[in-house]
């Protein structure tokens, strides 16, 4: 920045960065409150399989409304959570709310589906992570085997010596490994051979104007090629319209999530979802059933 020749581009600049600073501070000095405060609750997004629209799993993602901030997503604030270690205990609520509420429909005898709960790489590498684990599943009575962890590409940055080890003890447990926003993080692909995986979700980078966009369309099956050979399920992520679903149906990609079937929702209208079904309109339907 050259403060000499533009003045007031300086003072326009470093304005700017003050918000931004003051925003983040903000926010920080609010998060050390908010989970005693008690303004975290959780959306659930249904993961769907295209043809049939069962819902075989879902994801909890996080919501904070706080009263001076208003709503704040998490693409925002978790970053900030990291930085200032309150991820930790955040990450600990998200799991066992999550747990409890997953726990609560299969007690009322609605369809068995597998839970996806986002994991951040600073709880990887916490020392208590899977004490933590351990203890929730324990509480909540949740059965293991029910359960995935999506993790990003990036957790190679924060040491994939200890995070491999963590990560095959709980699928010795019989959790589940979803990598997260697949193709767009820090990574080799090596990790695809080191690391458990079960599943991975194509991030939506690559499902947008899918069926539209022929270089979209070749890489989405190329991704879902390496996971076949690798043994891995797809998830394509933010599927929004009926052309991105045809041409994830057509590469023959495992399941879908997406606003095309559903938002995210809550605890209460999830097990409405469960009981009643999705049906949305495609004429996918009509290829397999009763054929
Ligand atoms: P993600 O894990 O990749 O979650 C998917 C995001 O895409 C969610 O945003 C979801 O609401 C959004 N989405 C789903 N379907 C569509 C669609 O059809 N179109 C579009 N445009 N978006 C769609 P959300 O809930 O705002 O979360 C953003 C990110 O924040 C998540 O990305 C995840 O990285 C992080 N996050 C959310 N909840 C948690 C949490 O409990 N713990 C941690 N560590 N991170 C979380
Ligand atoms: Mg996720
Ligand atoms: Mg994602
Ligand atoms: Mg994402």
Redo the contacts with the bound molecule.
């Keep these: 920045l050259d403060k000499q020749r533009e003045g007031s581009h300086y003072r326009f600049y470093s304005k700017e960065i003050d918000t931004r600073i003051f925003r983040k501070l903000e926010i920080k000095n609010q998060l050390e409150f908010a989970l005693g405060r008690d303004e975290f609750t959780?959306?659930y997004?249904p993961q769907v399989i295209a043809k049939t629209q069962q819902i075989v799993g879902v994801?909890?993602?996080?919501?904070w409304k706080n009263n001076k901030l208003g709503l704040i997503?998490?693409?925002e604030f978790?970053p900030i959570?990291?930085e200032a270690g309150i991820?930790i205990p955040?990450?600990e609520w998200?799991?066992e709310t999550?747990c409890r509420d997953a726990k609560t429909w299969f007690n009322k005898g609605l369809p068995q589906l597998r839970l996806?709960?986002?994991?951040?790489p600073?709880?990887l590498i916490h020392d208590q992570f899977e004490e933590m684990v351990n203890r929730v599943l324990k509480q909540t009575g949740f059965p293991p085997e029910n359960l995935e962890l999506?993790i990003?590409e990036n957790v190679g940055l924060y040491g994939l010596d200890k995070s491999l080890t963590t990560l095959q003890r709980l699928r010795a447990m019989g959790i589940g490994l979803a990598i997260?926003?697949f193709g767009t993080g820090y990574s080799s692909l090596s990790y695809l051979v080191d690391l458990p995986i079960d599943t991975i979700?194509i991030?939506?980078v690559f499902?947008?104007n899918l069926n539209t966009n022929s270089k979209l369309m070749t890489l989405a099956e190329a991704i879902i090629k390496i996971s076949k050979v690798m043994n891995f399920q797809t998830i394509g992520?933010?599927?929004?319209t009926l052309e991105e679903l045809k041409g994830l149906d057509t590469l023959e990609c495992d399941q879908i999530?997406?606003?095309?079937f559903s938002?995210?929702v809550s605890t209460e209208i999830m097990a409405e979802l469960l009981k009643n079904g999705i049906s949305v309109e495609t004429d996918l339907r009509n290829e397999d059933i009763g054929a």
């Design positions: 959780l959306s997004q994801e909890a993602l996080i919501r997503t998490p693409t978790i959570a990291e991820i955040i990450g998200v799991l999550a996806s709960v986002n994991i951040s600073i709880q999506e990003t997260d926003d979700k991030d939506r499902v947008q992520e933010g599927v929004e999530q997406g606003y095309f938002k995210p």
